[in-house]
């Protein structure tokens, strides 16, 4: 099963290490994670004994992280939990976690025009208002960085992926979601 935790905190960055060990310990059973974090060549954390991916904005963090056992009857007072069932033996997953307040919508227009594929711009356009290009852009964005993490080809490759066409081998779970009362674009890349 893959999980997905979120959590608010006014200064993620600081305590994404802290919320990263109790993830571990509570879904995986790894104690001291912080001491057995290592970094691919790309700067993937990773930790042997388990898969996971982490990302933070604003006020926000998520992880996500495959684990063998239903840890839903679990006490997570700490996070929210979401559930994604598998059926694939998972060897990867990426997550990215965005914002979609204070978006300054010229420069996601800008954004878009230059990097986005031309099937994602075509999505854009048909938006019905500011916010629903915000959304629809921040979605794409978080779909291109899960899709980076996944992969280990760092976000200057991811934005020569298309997000609107993927492989069959590749599945991307993504959603709109409320941390703290604030809505977050939310997008998990694994393989099936």
């Known amino acids: 099963m893959l999980y997905i935790f979120t959590k608010y905190d006014e200064n993620p960055k600081t305590i994404s290490h802290i919320f990263l060990e109790q993830v571990l310990y509570k879904a995986c059973l790894i104690a001291d994670a912080q001491k057995k974090l290592k970094r691919e060549s790309s700067g993937k954390p990773y930790v042997d004994s388990a898969v996971f991916s982490i990302s933070h904005s604003k006020n926000a963090i998520a992880i996500a992280v495959l684990s063998d056992k239903d840890i839903m009857d679990v006490d997570f007072d700490f996070a929210d939990v979401l559930m994604i069932d598998t059926d694939a033996d998972v060897k990867s997953i990426g997550v ?97």
């Open 96 to 192: 990215d976690i965005e914002s979609i307040a204070d978006k300054k919508i010229e420069r996601l227009k800008n954004i878009a025009k230059a990097k986005f594929f031309e099937s994602e711009q075509k999505l854009l356009l048909n938006t019905n208002s500011d916010y629903e290009y915000v959304k629809g852009f921040c979605t794409i964005w978080t779909k291109k960085e899960s899709f980076s993490k996944f992969t280990s080809i760092g976000m200057k490759d991811a934005l020569k992926f298309d997000s609107q066409k993927l492989r069959s081998d590749i599945k991307l779970y993504t959603d709109v979601i409320s941390v703290g009362g604030e809505e977050y674009a939310l997008s998990l890349c694994y393989n099936s």
